[in-house]
């Protein structure tokens, strides 16, 4: 069987997830590889769910948010602007192609955009392979939990 | 009636768990007339066999200090699991893999060649002679542990009853804790830290804090910095937000910054995953360009907000390439 | 053949097990010493900022953090090429003494101590600090706690933690002392140096004037004729931080006195398959196997090394008892290897003479106490005098000070091959055919080993009563043969 990218992307209530139900309503293709958790704000993803969600088997993490200027929380995506690029840092040093990581501003409008973006990972995480990594081989054994 | 009766075992540690109970000082003296020490490698002459030997459940109260790195430290794990009715996951390494924990950056085939090969002091014939599990010698056979792949925690392999953080625990917290449970009193849920605070060592420390846009950092031997003033406040990596209180902020009452040692903040399961998002929320740029340049200026970002929990935090180790 | 295993060693170093081999008169074939763990430090601070080693370093252990703090200091202040201000290195030697007398006290008095002050035929229930106390009085145990106490009090505001200090930074500390805290340092040193003058009439009482003890020093199962390694200052004094690597033969001639730089020219690390842990030994003069003698590479590097390799103390009190000891051992060098207690005593006296001078050194309480580095990072070799040995400290860094390489030969596993040694010299002498091997013996055993102080001291800790060992002997078949219990 193929590979599938799974992908986990986080998608900010106001802006990006809008884009996406515009994506969808107006029945714009794009590829299903990615799993939609709807945050308020793309300030609000933090670090760890990230990061779990490469833990938890996800081969790659898109976080959506508002373009600059444009955040709902007025101040949210700027946060954001400086932590993916941070955590893309850190998770090459961990091993991890930092391409899995991906930032994007999709507004409410952009239902278009959302889909370029989504076919655009996904073949791009397509052509990287499937992530293992050893913690998966861990989590099976584990027992105590954080 | 019997004395209860108390093991202390030290796994992958240095020792400093050990000083750090003496260092209660006359105190032990009631610790020793309280409880019946019946394991104790660095003190008394009891062995393996003796413990082996020891009903299950017979061990009232087991701190176990240190963190799993070859085969002998999981066994043991296990067998004072079974033989201790309170098993306390006690010090850093314990909890989080501790500094041994930072071998999670390399991998065992480096550190064998550096140490049995490589490094410029090492005779070594034929490439290199590695350490055998088994050897049979003229005069029989004898043996060493394995050593793992990975460091893992105590709970990463073993049920723990309760968490004493810090490197070294600090003593007066570890008293505390002893002298809770001598006087009887019933104890927390499974499960809950000891001896530690519930906020951040930010909390403790009496440094004054101003509003935080910074724009440059600095390695702590660059500059003389303003010891009223908060380290972060003044460009120096500090994991103070992204840590545990209980120590009393010994790190940067002596001006230097902390480091993280004991643990995580309650509620937090990755203190890199904190201190990205920390840091990301003070620096003060939102052009990628100088995101960036400023970005390089934090050096080992890993091995800095993982100094002693990278074992216990989410992804547990760097991958083998 | 018969095997007979002690698992774990204990009042020691960490982890350690003997394997001793009987052949079939009942004689000690051979033994083995075997370290078990491997904890990867050189490889793991690879891709660290330097100046983060002497606070991840003091991590190797935690009862000598002191030790490889400063060893990583002034690996660091070279690396930077900065030299740090004289306040700044008063400071350092000022906590590096008092660590050091604090340590030596732990050891004689509660570790390797017992099993000479209250014998070594004793019951193995009166071997630790509580039969010490009975012999030479309650007041001990309460002196042995305070002297720990105060040690840990002064290294608490010099090192920022008991445990594992964290004021080092190249090219100075971090942290200066007030007036005050100065004069409450007095205070502290004055008694540690009554403390020491105490400990070593101590000495005297107990085990100089007991002729059975002072036999069991000289005897030749506990004896070696090796190399002897310490650092020593330009006048040839024991200094416990800074100075020149001297080495002399068995004789006690010089072979060598190298400086940091040329550590590598002069000691190698032999491996074995069999242990986790390498043999140093002499390049000059070659690794022959696990033997004596001025052709034999093995060297050791103890409290007794530093007394045998260089030509004096460098404090009074200490030096008078020195002179006192080489003169009633019969000159220099002293082989015995028990004798280290004696060193070691010696060496808290003058640890503590050491603390007070520096203490009362205007200087002490200068504000200069850093010096910036400005040049680029490249590479620096720190040595200093861990309590149980010579400490070395290697590190090459790139331009940006960020670790590519680390080398560390530490204190105790320079006495690796020694100790093997003085473990299979003492089985050999003391299990004959015939003999049983009671636990007796096997403690005597233990009592070589222990001699080296394990990186390990425990302290004022009162042990009660059982110290049972079971130790089973087994023929070719598996079948017990004779099992005992203490």
Known sequence: ?146 | MAKPKLALYWAASCGGCEIAVLDIHEKILDVAGAFDIVFWPVALDFKYADVRAMQDKSVDLCLFNGSIRNSENAEIAHLLRAKAKTLVAFGSCALEGGIPGLANMTTKDDIWKWVYKDSPSTVSNNGGTFPQTHSTMSEGAIEIPEMWETVKSLDQIIDVDYYVPGCPPQPDQIWGVIEYILSGKPLPPKGTVLGAGEKTCCDECPRERAEKKLKKFYRPFEIETDPNKCLLDQGIVCMGPATRDGCGALCTKANVPCRGCYGPPPNVIDQGAKMVSALSSIIDAHEPEEIESILDQIVDPLGTFYRFSLAHSILRRVEKL | MNQIKIDPITRLEGHGKIDIFLNDDGEVENSYFQIPELRGFEQFCVGRPVEELPRITTRICGVCPEAHHMASAKACDAVFHADPPPTAKKLRQLLYNVFFAGDHTTHFYALGGPDFIVGPTAPAAERNILGVIKKVGLEVGGKVIEMRKRSQEVLKVLGGKQTHQVTSLPGGVSKGITPDEAQQIEQHCLWFVEFGKFTIQAFHDIVLKNKEYVDLILSDAFSHKTYYMGLVDDDNRVNFYDGKVRVVDPDGKELVKYSPNEYLDNVAEHTESWTYLKFPFLKKVGWKGLVDGKDSGVYRATPLSRLNAADGMPTPLAQAEYDEMFKTLGGKPVHATLATHWARVIELLSAAEMALALVRDPEITGTQIRTIPTQTPTEGVGIVEAPRGTLTHHYVTDERGIVRKVNLIVGTTNNYAPISMSINKAARGLIKKGTPVTEGVLNMIEMAFRAYDPCFGCATHALPGVTPLIVRIRDRNGEILEEIIR
């Open chain 1, 1 to 146: 069987m193929a590979f599938e990218p799974k992908i986990i992307g986080f998608l900010c209530n106001w802006c990006s997830y809008t884009g996406a139900d515009l994506a969808g309503v107006s029945r714009i293709k794009s590829a299903p590889n990615v799993r939609v958790i709807r945050t308020m704000c793309s300030g609000r993803v933090d670090p760890a769910f990230i990061l779990k969600a490469f833990q938890l088997g996800a081969d790659g993490v898109i976080v959506m948010g508002c373009h600059l200027g444009d955040c709902h929380y007025q101040e949210g995506n700027y946060k954001t602007i400086r932590r993916i690029p941070f955590l893309k840092r850190l998770i090459q040093g961990f091993g991890i192609d930092p391409r899995r990581l991906r930032l994007e501003w999709v507004s409410a409008s952009e239902g278009d955009r959302f889909a370029h973006v989504v076919n655009e990972m996904t073949e791009q995480i397509r052509n990287l392979g499937p992530l293992t990594l050893a913690v998966h081989g861990e989590m099976q054994q584990h027992v105590a939990h954080h």
